[in-house]
C-alpha cells in the first residue's frame, strides 16, 4: 500500500493543497482557481478534495497531514509584537485577535474537518521556512545544494539559509522579524499605490522606467546593511509591527508625500522609486548569495519564498552571481509551502531516499486538473456553440500558428493546470510578438490592466541562447528569470522616441517604442521575462512553438496568462470560454477543440464584459 501524504498551507495568503505519494509527486493547485476568489486564504477545500480525487483516494487513506507553518509560534510573535509597541496598534490588534481565537489556533480541529471527518491521518507541523526549503530543494536536480529563503515573514523567521543534500536539509541561519526584505519591499509596493501581496511583480515591472536615485536615501534612513547580506530596518519609518499600513508619516516626509491612490497617474518619483527598490533587493540578494556559497562551498542553489518571484534579481543572480547553477520553486510563495511541506514528511520525517532527477521532479508545474477532450465536446456541443475539430493534432498545431501569425490572439488550454503563479502553456493567452501593436492590445483589449507591464516570451529550448542572453542549455521553464534580448536582435530607436523615453510621462508611449524585432516581449531596458520550453516537460506549447517557427522563422510566442485582471487563472473550459467572450481574444483553443470569435452566434462586446468583469475585484 501506498504512503500519502497531503499538503496544506492556509489562511494567511493564497492557500493550497498538494498530494505526495510514496515520494512522486501527484497533484498540487492552489484554491483561487476553484473559487475564483484571487489569492483565496481560506482553508482549501476543493484544491483537497482535487488532490485526493487525482490520487484516488479517500480522506482515511492518507497516512500524513503535513502543515506549512507553525500557528502557536506565529501568534507568538504576534503578540509579543504588540505588547513591543502597546498602547498603538489597538485597532490592528483587536482585528487579528478575534480571528486568531476563533480559528487558527484550533487549526487541528479546521485541518479534521477540511481534509474529511474519516481522516486519522497524524498531523505534521512545519515551520514556515522549513516548509520553504523542503519545496525548494526536495524537487530539484541537484544532490546537493544550498538553500536560501526569502520571504515577508514566517512564524518569526523572514529569511534562512542552509544545506540539503540527499533527502535532508538543514537551515543554519536566520533573519527575523521585523528585518525582512520581503516586508521592505511590500513597504515600496503600497508606497506607491498597488496591493501588498500581490502588487510587488508591478513594481518590479515598473522598475525599469525610473532611475535609481533614492538608493542612498535607501540605506542612510532605513536599512544597514552588513557585508553578508543581513541587514536591520530603522522602524520608526514603518507601520507594519502595529498598523493597518506599510509605511508611516517619517516615511512618507523621506520621499515626498504621501503614499499614491491605486489607480492615480504614476509620477516619475514612482518609477524612481520602483527602481531603487529594486536596486536594494538586487544587492541584498547578491551579498547574501556570495556570502553563502562562501560559506557552504556549494556550486548549486535553490531558492523559495515570495521575494524568489523577483525574476529580476534571479536573472541577476545567475549572471553575476557565485553559483553555477540555481533552482526556483515554481509556487515560491505560500502556495509552494503545501508542497514542501508534504515532500518534507516523506523524506526527512520518514527517512525515504531522494533520487534527482535531470530536469527535476516538479513535471514542469503541470499538477492540476486537466479535461479530456471528449469531456469538453459533449460541454461545447450542449451549449450550442459553435467549434472546430482537430483530431489530428500537426494540424491543429499549424491551423493555431497561421492564426497567431496573423496577428490574433489566442486563448491557448491544454493539459493539467499549473501549479503557482505563472502560466507556462497549460493555461495562456499567446500571441505574435513580432507585432508592434500587440503587448498594447494585450494590456488594454484582453488584461484589462496597466499599459506599463510587460509580457513575457516563451521560446523553444534549443533556440533560447540565439535570442536571449543566456549560456546554451540553460534552462527557465518556470519563467522565473529575466534575460537582456540579444544585441543582433536590437533596433536603433530614433533621436525622436529617444526624447520621449527620457522625459515623457505617458507610458503608454514609452512601451509603445520597438525596440527590437519581437517588441511585444521586450522591455523598456531590453529586457524579458524568459520562458524556455522543452518537449518532454511541455509537449503541447512546444510542438506549436515549433510550428510558429517553421512558418515564420521565429521560435518566440507572447505568453501571458489566461485571465483578465483581478481574476485567478482560468481553471475549467467554462471558466475559458467566459474569460474569450468578455474580452477581445480572437480564438480559444479548449485541447483539440478551436473556437474562432467569426463564428460565434453569441453577443460580445461590452455588455458581456461588464458582466463578467463585475465578478472581480481589481487589484
Not at 135 to 146: G, H, V
Not at 351 to 368: I, M, N, T, V
Not at 379 to 408: C, H
Request: with cysteine; aromatic share 10%.
Amino acid at each position: 500500500m501506498s504512503t500519502s501524504i497531503l499538503g496544506i498551507s492556509a489562511f494567511y495568503h493564497d492557500s493550497a493543497a498538494a498530494l505526495v505519494m510514496d515520494g512522486e509527486i501527484v497533484a498540487a493547485a492552489q484554491e483561487e482557481r476553484f473559487t475564483r476568489k484571487k489569492h483565496d486564504p481560506s482553508f482549501p477545500v476543493n484544491a483537497v478534495q482535487f488532490c485526493l480525487a487525482q490520487g484516488r483516494l479517500r480522506p482515511e487513506d492518507l497516512a500524513y497531514i503535513a502543515f506549512y507553518d507553525k500557528p502557536l509560534l506565529k501568534f507568538d510573535r504576534l503578540l509579543e509584537t504588540y505588547l513591543s509597541y502597546a498602547p498603538r496598534g489597538l485597532r490592528s490588534f483587536s482585528m487579528a485577535i478575534p480571528v486568531w481565537l476563533k480559528e487558527k489556533l484550533f487549526l487541528q480541529r479546521g485541518l479534521r474537518r477540511g481534509v474529511g471527518k474519516d481522516s486519522k491521518a497524524p498531523l505534521v507541523f512545519l515551520e514556515h521556512h522549513e516548509s520553504h526549503a523542503a519545496s525548494a530543494f526536495f524537487p530539484s536536480p541537484y544532490e546537493k545544494a544550498a538553500i536560501l529563503t526569502l520571504d515577508g515573514v514566517g512564524e518569526w523567521s523572514t529569511a534562512t539559509y542552509g544545506v540539503g543534500e540527499g533527502n535532508r536539509i538543514h537551515l543554519s541561519h536566520q533573519l527575523e522579524f521585523p528585518h525582512s526584505l520581503g516586508l521592505l519591499y511590500s513597504a515600496f509596493t503600497y508606497y506607491c499605490g498597488f496591493k501588498v501581496n500581490s502588487g510587488e511583480y508591478k513594481l518590479m515591472g515598473l522598475a525599469p522606467y525610473g532611475n535609481p536615485v533614492y538608493v542612498d536615501t535607501i540605506y542612510q534612513h532605513l536599512v544597514h546593511l552588513k557585508p553578508d547580506g543581513s541587514f536591520w530596518l530603522d522602524m520608526d519609518y514603518f507601520n507594519y509591527c502595529q498598523g493597518l499600513t506599510m509605511t508611516g508619516k517619517r516615511f512618507d516626509q523621506l520621499f515626498g508625500g504621501p503614499p499614491r491612490q491605486p489607480e492615480s497617474d504614476l509620477e516619475q518619483r514612482h518609477m524612481d522609486l520602483a527602481a531603487s527598490i529594486q536596486v536594494v533587493a538586487e544587492n541584498v540578494l547578491m551579498l547574501m548569495a556570495r556570502d553563502i556559497h562562501q560559506k557552504t562551498g556549494c556550486d548549486n542553489l535553490v531558492l523559495a519564498g515570495g521575494v524568489a518571484l523577483n525574476c529580476v534579481a534571479n536573472g541577476k543572480l545567475l549572471r553575476e552571481g557565485p553559483f553555477e547553477s540555481i533552482w526556483i520553486q515554481p509556487a515560491a510563495g505560500d502556495a509552494g509551502g503545501a508542497l514542501g511541506s508534504a515532500l518534507f514528511v516523506w523524506h526527512q520525517l520518514l527517512e525515504k531516499p531522494r533520487y534527482p532527477r535531470q530536469a527535476d521532479s516538479q513535471k514542469g508545474s503541470f499538477l492540476g486538473p486537466a479535461f479530456a477532450q471528449q469531456e469538453i465536446e459533449e460541454w461545447l456541443m450542449g451549449k450550442g456553440i459553435t467549434f472546430r475539430r482537430f483530431p489530428d493534432e500537426g494540424e491543429l498545431y499549424r491551423q493555431v500558428a497561421r492564426s497567431l501569425a496573423s496577428g490574433n490572439i489566442v486563448g491557448w488550454f491544454q493539459g493539467r493546470m499549473e501549479f503557482g503563479p505563472r502560466a507556462l502553456g497549460g493555461r495562456s493567452i499567446l500571441g505574435d510578438p513580432r507585432s508592434q501593436k500587440m503587448q498594447a492590445a494585450m494590456n488594454l483589449k484582453i488584461k484589462f490592466r496597466e499599459s506599463f507591464r510587460p509580457f513575457a516570451p516563451c521560446v523553444m529550448q534549443e533556440h533560447a541562447s540565439e535570442w536571449f542572453q543566456l549560456q546554451p542549455g540553460q534552462e527557465s521553464p518556470y519563467m522565473l528569470l529575466v534575460a537582456p534580448v540579444l544585441e543582433r536582435h536590437r533596433l536603433p530607436i530614433p533621436v525622436d522616441d529617444l526624447e520621449v523615453m527620457r522625459r515623457d510621462p505617458d507610458l503608454r508611449k514609452r512601451v509603445n517604442i520597438v525596440r527590437s524585432s519581437i517588441p511585444a516581449v521586450t522591455h523598456v531596458d531590453y529586457s524579458a521575462r524568459v520562458q524556455t520550453v522543452d518537449e518532454p516537460r511541455n509537449p503541447h506549447t512546444y510542438a506549436l512553438l515549433k510550428a510558429f517557427y517553421e512558418l515564420t522563422g521565429c521560435p518566440v510566442l507572447v505568453n501571458t496568462s489566461f485571465n483578465v485582471r483581478g481574476e485567478p487563472i482560468v481553471c475549467t473550459p467554462e471558466d475559458a470560454y467566459r474569460c474569450f467572450l468578455a474580452t477581445e481574444m480572437d480564438v480559444l483553443v479548449l485541447e483539440g477543440c478551436v473556437l474562432d470569435k467569426r463564428d460565434m452566434k453569441e453577443p460580445t462586446g461590452e455588455a458581456e464584459r461588464e458582466k463578467y468583469l463585475t465578478q472581480f475585484q481589481l487589484d
